[in-house]
């Protein structure tokens, strides 16, 4: 009877949402933390930015009157360069924060400035985003002048749009501080979103005296493990998704584009990374539920567990800076490969090679804990209790 599974699925999940406790946990606080982490950050980052020196080496024309305001920013430093490679070299050695290349305008006027950065010195990096604020200023002065002037439309308003690179690729980090924590916090909540039912699923039912009713039921026991899995699953799944809203919403109250930067490979990578999370820490919870005797000992084992997931969930962090993306260690480390493969597209750097890893080290673990949550189920110890 292939609808058991999603019968007993769907009466778990109808238990776990009306859980107050699952409600916060799983949904609510992800949200919220995201919402509050990018608006903390971009505050900061916007205060620091405005401070920060405008301090910049030039390449290409300057004829473009929205650069000809830009470089009467005040407190601005800015130096020539003959060609990018001189640029480049300045910005290696530390002797600018920023090199801006001005390419000739287009038949609107639109100049499409390129911004190489620093992502290993902080400094350059706020200094990119006061850039961007300067660009955005420089704007609006041109516009209001053209405007001033007889005869100009507002299509005709020449402006720059500014793209940034990270020349620092071995180091990894990325300009903004949320990137770093994006990824982190999913694969936490992946897990923690499902922390508050794991226990309840089987252990719970053993302390209720209702896992015999169940287990006398006329279906497979293979199907009640499948539903069980599956409800656990779509809790986790719903809670990781939840913090994607969290950036979604945090986007639309901080008005940056954050969101705007990624593209749909991107979003691809990310849903693939998060799936296979899903998979293993359910069925790894699923199994240490079947194997406690009470709810106390489900708790204690699941405590000991989140620290396994904790712990190269943390390391992601600084994996960046070491340069260590590309070693064969970290794609194969379970749970800091998927830290690292968010990362990199939340950077809107994908890498689907790093994502096959993810998969197959994922569903390998997941898959060994379901076969071993199923002998479990066929055997009759599963009913033991303390």
Same mark, same amino acid.
């Given at each position: 009877?292939?609808? =058991?599974p999603? %019968? #007993?699925?769907?009466?778990?999940?109808? +238990?776990?949402f009306? /859980?107050?406790?699952?409600?916060?946990?799983a949904?609510?606080?992800p #949200?919220l933390l995201?919402?509050?982490?990018n608006? *903390?950050f971009?505050s900061l980052?916007n205060?620091l930015?405005?401070?920060?020196?405008l301090? %910049?080496t030039v =390449?290409g024309?300057?004829?473009n009157?929205?650069?000809?305001q830009l470089?009467?920013?005040?407190?601005?430093?800015?130096?020539?360069?003959?060609?990018?490679?001189e640029?480049?070299?300045?910005?290696k050695?530390g002797?600018t924060?920023?090199?801006?290349?001005f390419? +000739?305008?287009? !038949?609107?006027?639109m100049?499409?400035a390129?911004?190489?950065?620093?992502?290993q010195r902080?400094? $350059?990096?706020?200094? @990119?985003?006061?850039?961007?604020q300067?660009v955005?200023?420089?704007n609006?002065?041109?516009? /209001?002048?053209l405007?001033q002037?007889?005869?100009t439309q507002?299509?005709?308003i020449?402006?720059? +749009?500014?793209?940034d690179? /990270?020349v620092?690729?071995?180091s990894? =980090?990325? !300009?903004?501080?949320?990137?770093?924590?994006i990824p982190y916090l999913v694969?936490?909540w992946?897990f923690?979103g499902g922390l508050?039912?794991?226990a /309840?699923? =089987?252990?719970?039912?053993? +302390?209720?005296r209702?896992l015999e009713?169940?287990?006398l039921a006329?279906v497979?026991? $293979?199907s009640?493990?499948?539903g069980?899995?599956m409800s656990?699953?779509?809790?986790?799944?719903l809670?990781g998704v939840m $913090?994607?809203?969290?950036?979604? *919403?945090?986007?639309l109250f901080s008005?940056?584009?954050?969101?705007?930067?990624?593209?749909p490979?991107?979003? #691809?990578?990310f849903l693939i990374v998060?799936t296979?999370?899903v998979?293993?820490y359910?069925?790894m919870?699923?199994?240490?539920s $079947?194997?406690?005797?009470?709810?106390r000992?489900a708790?204690?084992y699941?405590s000991l567990i989140?620290? @396994?997931?904790?712990?190269?969930?943390a390391?992601s962090?600084?994996i960046?800076?070491?340069g260590?993306?590309?070693?064969?260690w970290?794609?194969?480390?379970p749970v800091?490969?998927a830290?690292?493969s968010l990362g990199?597209?939340m950077?809107?750097r994908?890498d689907?090679?790093?994502?096959?890893?993810?998969?197959?080290?994922g569903?390998?673990?997941?898959?060994?804990?379901?076969?071993?949550t199923m002998w479990k189920?066929?055997d009759?110890?599963?009913?033991a209790?303390?």
């Amino acid at each position: 009877m292939t609808w =058991v599974p999603f %019968l #007993v699925a769907s009466k778990q999940l109808k +238990e776990a949402f009306a /859980d107050r406790r699952t409600l916060i946990g799983a949904f609510l606080m992800p #949200v919220l933390l995201l919402i509050g982490f990018n608006l *903390l950050f971009g505050s900061l980052e916007n205060r620091l930015a405005a401070r920060t020196k405008l301090e %910049l080496t030039v =390449v290409g024309s300057e004829q473009n009157p929205v650069i000809q305001q830009l470089l009467k920013q005040p407190d601005a430093r800015i130096e020539r360069a003959a060609d990018l490679q001189e640029a480049r070299r300045r910005l290696k050695d530390g002797q600018t924060l920023l090199v801006m290349e001005f390419p +000739e305008a287009d !038949a609107s006027g639109m100049v499409r400035a390129r911004v190489l950065f620093d992502g290993q010195r902080t400094t $350059s990096a706020l200094a @990119l985003a006061g850039l961007r604020q300067a660009v955005a200023r420089a704007n609006l002065q041109t516009r /209001d002048l053209l405007l001033q002037q007889a005869g100009t439309q507002p299509d005709q308003i020449p402006s720059i +749009e500014v793209s940034d690179e /990270d020349v620092s690729k071995a180091s990894g =980090v990325s !300009a903004s501080p949320l990137l770093l924590l994006i990824p982190y916090l999913v694969v936490l909540w992946a897990f923690y979103g499902g922390l508050s039912q794991a226990a /309840d699923h =089987v252990a719970g039912e053993k +302390e209720r005296r209702t896992l015999e009713t169940l287990l006398l039921a006329p279906v497979s026991r $293979s199907s009640l493990v499948w539903g069980k899995l599956m409800s656990l699953g779509t809790i986790c799944l719903l809670s990781g998704v939840m $913090s994607i809203v969290g950036l979604a *919403l945090s986007n639309l109250f901080s008005g940056d584009g954050f969101l705007a930067r990624f593209s749909p490979a991107s979003i #691809v990578s990310f849903l693939i990374v998060l799936t296979s999370l899903v998979l293993m820490y359910s069925g790894m919870m699923l199994a240490v539920s $079947s194997m406690a005797r009470s709810m106390r000992q489900a708790q204690t084992y699941l405590s000991l567990i989140s620290f @396994l997931v904790m712990m190269p969930a943390a390391m992601s962090q600084f994996i960046g800076i070491m340069g260590e993306e590309s070693s064969a260690w970290v794609r194969w480390t379970p749970v800091l490969n998927a830290a690292v493969s968010l990362g990199q597209a939340m950077k809107d750097r994908p890498d689907f090679g790093l994502d096959l890893q993810v998969i197959l080290v994922g569903a390998a673990i997941g898959a060994a804990c379901i076969a071993w949550t199923m002998w479990k189920w066929n055997d009759e110890s599963i009913l033991a209790r303390d």
